[in-house]
Antibody, heavy 122, light 111 residues
Framework: EVQLVESGGGLVKPGGSLRLSCAAS????????MSWVRQAPGKGLEWVGR??????????DYAAPVKGRFTISRDDSKNTLYLQMNSLKTEDTAVYYC?????????????WGQGTLVTVSS | QSVLTQPPSASGTPGQRVTISCSGS????????VYWYQQLPGTAPKLLIY???QRPSGVPDRFSGSKSGTSASLAISGLRSEDEADYYC????????????FGTGTKVTVL
């Protein structure tokens, strides 16, 4: 069974940093492309960024609002995905979801974690 | 601001058929697959439809997807109370620098 468990969310002041983690199990993590998707309170879904598998180059892509501030990385030895968030803004307040891409079916975001809440406020 | 437009709400009584639209353009829906996600209250989204009209294992056949031109639709037949949720479409957009974009979302209410 595919499982994704996010952690690391919390309250941070504007300009601060936070690192989210996503522990994966139930599939071959090293072969998977992974994405982060966020949802601001009461709002819709927004793609944050993606990292490809190392065999596919391990490259990353980011949405315009977070480019240059957020960094996605992975540790395949620990089956863990990370999201390093720097220079946080109040508009980054959201639930952050870790998602898989095409693990079981050929689809983006075919599995989701339960999410972790990040609140950016002074 | 999303490039995929959905009606903010839809509703029906138990047993009815409800349809949700997703309107895009030639750079997204018109040339790429459409995906649908269901988000039950207080939970994470779940993949409901992939590649326009395919259902992952475990998704009831009451849910069906279709695409025509630059629009797509999700139909829920035999509406049940447990279908009350937010529904989002998504598609790759060739004109943007990132992967799939999401629709604005539709809240389905079972009356």
């Amino acid at each position: 069974e595919v499982q994704l468990v996010e952690s690391g969310g919390g309250l941070v002041k504007p300009g601060g940093s936070l690192r989210l983690s996503c522990a994966a199990s139930g599939f071959t993590f090293s072969n998977a492309w992974m994405s982060w998707v966020r949802q601001a309170p009461g709002k819709g879904l927004e793609w944050v960024g993606r990292i490809k598998s190392k065999t596919d180059g391990g490259t990353t892509d980011y949405a315009a609002p977070v480019k240059g501030r957020f960094t996605i990385s992975r540790d395949d030895s620990k089956n863990t995905l990370y999201l390093q968030m720097n220079s946080l803004k109040t508009e980054d307040t959201a639930v952050y979801y870790c998602t898989t891409e095409g693990v079981v079916v050929t689809a983006p975001y075919d599995y989701w974690g339960q999410g972790t809440l990040v609140t950016v406020s002074s | 601001q999303s490039v995929l437009t959905q009606p903010p709400s839809a509703s029906g009584t138990p047993g009815q058929r409800v349809t949700i639209s997703c309107s895009g353009s030639s750079s997204n829906i018109g040339s790429n697959y459409v995906y649908w996600y269901q988000q039950l209250p207080g939970t994470a989204p779940k993949l409901l439809i992939y590649r326009n009209n395919q259902r992952p294992s475990g998704v009831p056949d009451r849910f069906s997807g279709s695409k025509s031109g630059t629009s797509a639709s999700l139909a829920i037949s035999g509406l049940r109370s447990e279908d009350e949720a937010d529904y989002y479409c998504a598609a790759w957009d060739d004109s943007l620098s990132g992967p799939n974009v999401f629709g604005t979302g539709t809240k389905v209410t079972v009356l």
